[in-house]
């Protein structure tokens, strides 16, 4: 056959031309709106109580001053700027316009960054601590830094003055601020302390498997991934197991790719999802003709085509010589959804090789189906048999043949099995199509896996 001209994208770029998120955002501004925690009346050292006096004063002042307010807005509407930008230009305009007002901003507070430095410097006991992380985080919050907001924070969680009831949640601000801060080990560790503590709520779970993944952590955020995901169950949210695909991708990690993939078309099985699933379990079995005509059958049955490349190695695998009625029914398939070109040569000779011998490939089916069912025929004769039948939308005889391959000796058990369960999922049989794929074993485990999912959900009607 004649090498086509086609070049198809990667899986990769499969997915992300498909928009699949690659990360997560964080709210970190959640504690603004929570009660301060109750706790014992703290007991300061005399020598902290005169700067932790004054820099409370003077923030509760700042509070109130209108110039500040107004700096705030203008922070905020450069942040939003900045966050919208698009472009390397743009975003460079707009990083220089929120560096401006963030120094305004920082420039009318300088005094009253002297005042909490001062009351840090005077810390001397646990108390002390807490209150001084209490000033931290008001500052922080008037001026917009995260930094000091976590510092904050972390000075109330060290000081051992919070109630154990709140330092699961006083951990998640931390590993929030510190995730929108892009210092990812310092999120793995709040958010740790944070599930330790028994927190549980804002998909922490979730955070803390991204926590990794962001910063090159593969293995572990890949673990942690799928403990979210499997904490969520069928509520499990479509990006975070599209955030599984790029990543189990990305690291050549085939079980990982088959464990989300599945659970992503089980959940959501749209076309684009499926196509991308099929796609990244192409490229990374590696599979041979014989195991990726079983796979891209599937991509046909749930019309998840989404380049030439994907028909052109539908019929490589069928072969116009073998599977002629196949091979033109894909490359009808191909042209009619635009992706293949009629005056590419590899079109034209792979339907000048097929058409001529649909004919007699018909006139033999009788005398096929004779020979499987002959005293001396042998597994692989009920199997050509079968394959045929299949190639030509005739399931109920290729299931007939392919149980008939089974009950002789020398059949390659994990190939007839793929194909029974194809022909009986095409003729209807959903729940025996499911019971053949699940004693699929050996390479083509993770096809029949697909295959289930396909089966699965055309019983439930999605």
Same mark, same amino acid.
Request: proline share 0%; glycine share 18%; no cysteine.
């Given at each position: 056959m004649v090498r086509? *001209? /086609?070049f198809g994208r990667s899986a990769l770029g499969l %997915? &992300? #031309?498909l928009g699949v998120v690659a990360g997560a955002s964080v709210s970190t501004t959640a504690y603004a709106k929570e009660k301060a925690p109750a706790v014992a009346k703290p007991q300061p050292s *005399? @020598? /902290?109580i005169p700067p932790y006096q004054a820099a409370a004063a003077a923030l509760d002042k700042a509070s109130k001053n209108p110039d500040i307010t107004a700096a705030q807005t203008e922070v905020r509407n450069a942040e939003t700027a900045y966050r919208n930008a698009r472009g390397k230009d743009a975003k460079a305009q707009t990083k220089t316009a929120l560096d401006a007002a963030t120094a305004a901003l920082n420039g009318k507070l300088s @005094?009253? /960054? !002297? &005042?909490i430095e001062a009351a840090f410097a005077a810390v001397s006991n646990p108390d002390d601590k807490l209150l001084a992380g209490q &000033? =931290?985080?008001? &500052? !922080?919050q008037t001026s917009l830094d995260k930094g000091l907001q976590r510092r904050g924070l972390q000075a109330m969680v060290d000081s051992g003055k919070l109630p154990p009831a709140d330092m699961g949640k006083f951990n998640f601000y931390i590993g929030g601020i510190s995730f929108d801060m892009k210092d990812f080990a310092a999120a793995r560790t709040a958010f740790t302390a944070a599930i330790a503590g028994g927190y549980g709520e804002n998909d922490i779970d979730y955070l803390l498997a991204e926590a990794n993944l962001s910063d090159n952590m593969i293995p572990e955020g890949m673990r942690l991934l799928q403990v979210a995901i499997d904490k969520k169950g069928a509520a499990a949210p479509e990006d975070w197991l599209r955030r599984g695909m790029v990543v189990s991708y990305k690291s050549k990690s085939a079980d990982y790719s088959n464990t989300f993939g599945t659970r992503l078309v089980s959940l959501y099985p749209s076309t684009e999802n499926w196509s991308l699933v099929i796609a990244v379990l192409r490229d990374l079995a590696n599979f041979q003709s014989q195991e990726s005509i079983d796979l891209l059958r599937l991509m046909e049955r749930t019309k998840s085509f989404s380049e030439a490349r994907d028909y052109v190695e539908y019929i490589q695998a069928a072969d116009p010589r073998r599977l002629p009625g196949e091979v033109i029914k894909i490359l009808d398939e191909g042209l009619a959804a635009g992706k293949l070109d009629p005056k590419d040569v590899f079109v034209s000779d792979a339907r000048a090789n097929a058409a001529g011998r649909i004919a007699p490939d018909k006139a033999s089916f009788p005398a096929l189906e004779k020979d499987a069912r002959a005293a001396n025929g042998t597994a692989a004769t009920a199997m050509a048999a079968g394959d045929t039948f299949l190639s030509y939308d005739m399931p #109920? *005889? =290729?299931?007939e043949m392919y149980q008939l391959a089974l009950s002789k000796p @020398? %059949?390659?058990s994990p190939r007839v099995l793929t194909r029974l369960g194809i022909a009986q999922a095409d003729a209807g049989q959903l729940a025996e199509a499911q019971a053949t794929f699940a004693k699929v074993e050996g390479v083509r485990k993770p096809i029949a896996a697909l295959w289930t999912v396909y089966a699965a959900n055309k019983a439930a009607g999605k």
């Open positions: 086509s *001209k /086609f %997915v &992300l #031309a *005399k @020598g /902290f @005094g009253e /960054f !002297g &005042l &000033l =931290a985080l008001n &500052l !922080g #109920a *005889k =290729a299931i @020398g %059949v390659d």
